[in-house]
């Protein structure tokens, strides 16, 4: 019996026997083109893990018949790379799969740089981590394709398996195995769009299952339960698929969808990070809601606070009513906007003496320097306002200037009035 992984033995071998990922090498795509007329350029692949990076790098291997390399750039070494260069002068030109291409060092890149210029090594680098973010500019610049890769649907994994079922030679097709469509289905849906996982579940299910007296293998639902538990949580908390949720999970709230923000939440409840979930929430509260209902904000403190004290699993049910309320209550950015509006004045240079009626005035000798006019506000009442007094505010460079376009809605629609309201007063007067 071979011992090598099933998913291992099952990579493809050429780009027609690649599954799924249509849009990075599906046969209307110029690097399909490209790489069929014989032309292999460097490539940056980003995905999360089981998506078909290995895979799609020893897939381009094997149609182009170019000799291949893999390292790994955790345990790779400056000798390793000399050894792949050494390799370029036998061979004339190598392909060098490099997975986790974003912890490669400086000193192997200063080392492997001027060969992938020169095009001896085609660098194939693979990341589960932003390139834009993680990989090292001087590589990025060198690769003419950065390519992401996506997980694959049912209907691919579906695939997948069954040609694994069906495959004698690198497969299990040659086993009398017993597996119903509905069994491979819920096989499927448990490796939640990752193909390795997906043929791991497989091999693993067939490995635990008895042969019957007649030798044969009949796969039972039993086994398949037992195996598929949390298979779908992914986002390490360190990670960019963790940002990516904590992202899904702010815009859902800002778009008012309950239900896929309770999903984004759920996944980063699995994913274990409960303080970075606790964070983005209280954001979310001042920067989407804001004016247009200031109770959310302190909602949904007593929520964190109180998730906090509770932990996991208890955590997830103040936190659950924080979402939907955030989801459904009406919204506001005008408050930050503002602000963002003026710190880029005050960045840009855009500054000016503060008046001198508003200078500090308590000490000796403010008089005499001319911090004096000040008009204390609660000692002209307008109305049931409160006190207010015509003087000005800003410094004379910026006199004039709104930073605040105030939002109707929710409590904000009572704030806007009061704000034009002011305004009209202060053209008046």
Not at 57 to 66: L, R, S
Not at 348 to 376: E, F, M
Request: proline share 4%; hydrophobic share 40%; charged share 25%.
């Amino acid at each position: 019996m071979n011992t090598e992984p099933l998913a291992y033995r099952m990579r493809p071998r050429t780009l027609d026997e690649i599954v799924g990922q249509k849009e990075v090498i599906g046969k209307q795509t110029n690097l399909y083109k490209m790489i069929k007329n014989g032309f292999v350029p460097s490539m940056l692949l980003y995905g999360e893990p089981g998506t078909g990076k290995t895979s799609l790098a020893y897939a381009i291997a094997g149609e182009t018949k170019i000799p291949f390399i893999a390292l790994n750039a955790t345990t790779a070494g400056k000798k390793d790379v000399e050894a792949v260069v050494e390799e370029t002068r036998i061979t004339g030109k190598v392909i060098l799969f490099l997975d986790e291409i974003h912890r490669f060092n400086k000193a192997q890149q200063d080392y492997l740089l001027p060969h992938v210029e020169r095009g001896d090594i085609i660098l194939i680098g693979a990341t589960t981590e932003n390139p834009f973010h993680d990989v090292n500019p001087a590589i990025r610049s060198r690769c003419g394709q950065i390519k992401q890769l996506t997980r694959l649907t049912q209907s691919n994994i579906i695939q997948l398996l069954k040609r694994a079922l069906t495959d004698e030679k690198r497969g299990l097709g040659k086993y009398p195995i017993h597996i119903t469509d509905e069994q491979v289905e819920k096989l499927a849906i448990a490796a939640n769009g990752d193909a390795r996982k997906s043929l791991t579940l497989l091999e693993t299910v067939f490995f635990s299952t008895t042969a019957n007296e007649n030798n044969e293998i009949i796969i039972t639902d039993e086994s398949i339960n037992d195996l598929i538990e949390n298979v779908g949580v992914y986002g390490d908390k360190k990670g960019t698929n963790f940002y990516n949720l904590l992202s899904a999970l702010q815009k859902s709230i800002r778009g008012s969808d309950v239900n896929a923000a309770l999903y984004y939440l759920a996944h980063l409840l699995e994913a274990g990070d409960l303080i970075a979930v606790n964070r983005r929430l209280l954001v979310i509260a001042y920067e989407d809601i804001g004016l247009a209902n200031p109770i959310v904000g302190t909602n949904v403190l007593a929520a964190i606070t109180a998730s906090e004290r509770l932990g996991m699993p208890e955590a997830r049910i103040p936190l659950a009513s924080a979402v939907v309320q955030m989801c459904l209550s009406t919204k506001s950015n005008s408050a930050y906007k503002a602000l963002d509006k003026a710190m880029e004045d005050v960045r840009n240079g855009k500054v000016g003496d503060i008046p001198k009626h508003l200078r500090d005035a308590h000490y000796q000798g403010a008089k005499s320097l001319g911090h004096v006019g000040y008009k204390y506000p609660h000692d002209y009442p307008i109305g049931t306002f409160g006190g207010w007094i015509n003087q000005q505010y800003l410094p004379d460079s910026l006199a004039g200037v709104e930073y605040y376009e105030p939002m109707e809605a929710g409590e904000e629609k009572r704030l806007c009035a009061i704000y034009k309201k002011l305004q009209e007063f202060k053209q008046k007067r």
